[in-house]
């Protein structure tokens, strides 16, 4: 909001000037969001922002911030003076003095007023943003009940990172046979570590990377039975060489389809991607020293694909 804002019946500014960049937002416009951040000055930035949402949600949906400097928001609160009379008619001069003695006095005072921000993308977000004051006062170094954690902007880049959903190759592609090797591998995976950044300009940053690991196969059957399944992929499995005997990676169905309804297997491929953490202090101060838990259960992706098989005829003459 440009003039202001109230929250907890509190007059307050923005906690800070727009820094640039794609400011409170975990992914691209027109794209399901799993964190989209309102009146807060975190910028998230990476090559893992852009792709579906694992579901991930920040823990608390809203937060204080580090804002400005006493000065800085006694100037800004002078400045919407206008607006404080619109928003609060029938009020006096001696009320708006009173207004903003809290924030002439704590001139020269170090220290931030921190102002509530909170994730949109959450229902829960606005309803929890309300519930807290316009801002609050805070010593340097110090962080107030519900002020940001290097843990809550690293949750923040967690819920924005992404991982590409995988494209299935198989070979043999259209249908496959009982007792034929099916093998299994992935196509246009692309860079296979994917990063997000949250950053508090000027107060501190958060870096969450998911690096590929493995694959899963899922036969799509019921049990064991109907299909054995090679384990050894690697990152993105072994495309089929003509002639290869060599088969780790796929799935040899071991009973045809023909009496399912539909008549396919639902073969399932997932990527794994174990995600690590980063915190770093850009050295303004305004939080106390962090201490942060930078592990995260991997981040998974899974495409399906539908595979006939058929089973192989033979005719015995005497």
């Excluded at 958060?206 to 109907?226: F, H, M, N």
């Excluded at 009496?259 to 305004?286: E, F, I, K, R």
Aim: charged share 15%.
């Amino acid at each position: 909001m440009a003039g202001g804002l109230v929250a907890g019946g509190l007059l307050s500014v923005a906690a800070a000037p727009n820094p640039g960049g794609p400011q409170g937002e975990g992914f691209q416009y027109g794209r399901t969001v799993g964190v989209r951040l309102q009146n807060s000055s975190i910028v998230v930035s990476g090559s893992g922002v852009g792709a579906k949402s694992d579901g991930y949600r920040v823990k608390r949906p809203c937060w204080y911030e580090p804002g400005k400097s006493a000065e800085d928001m006694l100037k800004s609160q002078q400045d919407v003076r206008a607006w404080w009379f619109h928003v609060n008619p029938g009020k006096t001069e001696e009320d708006y003095q009173k207004s903003i003695k809290q924030f002439e006095d704590k001139v020269g005072e170090q220290g931030r007023w921190w102002t509530p921000a909170y994730n949109a993308a959450d229902p829960n977000g606005m309803s929890c943003w309300t519930g807290l004051q316009g801002a609050v006062w805070v010593p340097q170094g110090q962080t107030p009940p519900a002020g940001i954690t290097m843990q809550e902007l690293m949750d923040i880049a967690r819920a924005a990172l992404t991982v590409p959903e995988p494209t299935i190759k198989l070979s043999p592609d259209a249908k496959s046979y009982v007792n034929l090797p099916t093998w299994v591998w992935l196509e246009g995976v692309g860079a296979t570590t994917r990063s997000v950044t949250a950053t508090l300009p000027g107060v501190m940053s958060a870096t969450v990377t998911a690096t590929l690991g493995s694959i899963k196969i899922d036969p799509g059957t019921k049990d064991d039975t109907r299909a054995e399944v090679r384990t050894n992929c690697g990152t993105t499995g072994h495309p089929y060489v003509k002639g290869s005997t060599d088969f780790q990676c796929g799935v040899k169905y071991l009973r045809s389809s023909a009496d399912l309804q539909p008549p396919v297997y639902h073969l399932t491929v997932t990527t794994v991607w174990p995600v690590t953490g980063q915190g770093n202090n850009l050295g303004g101060g305004a939080v106390a020293p962090f201490v942060y838990d930078p592990n995260y259960a991997p981040v998974q992706a899974s495409a399906t694909r539908d595979v006939p098989v058929g089973e192989v005829q033979s005719v015995v003459q005497p």
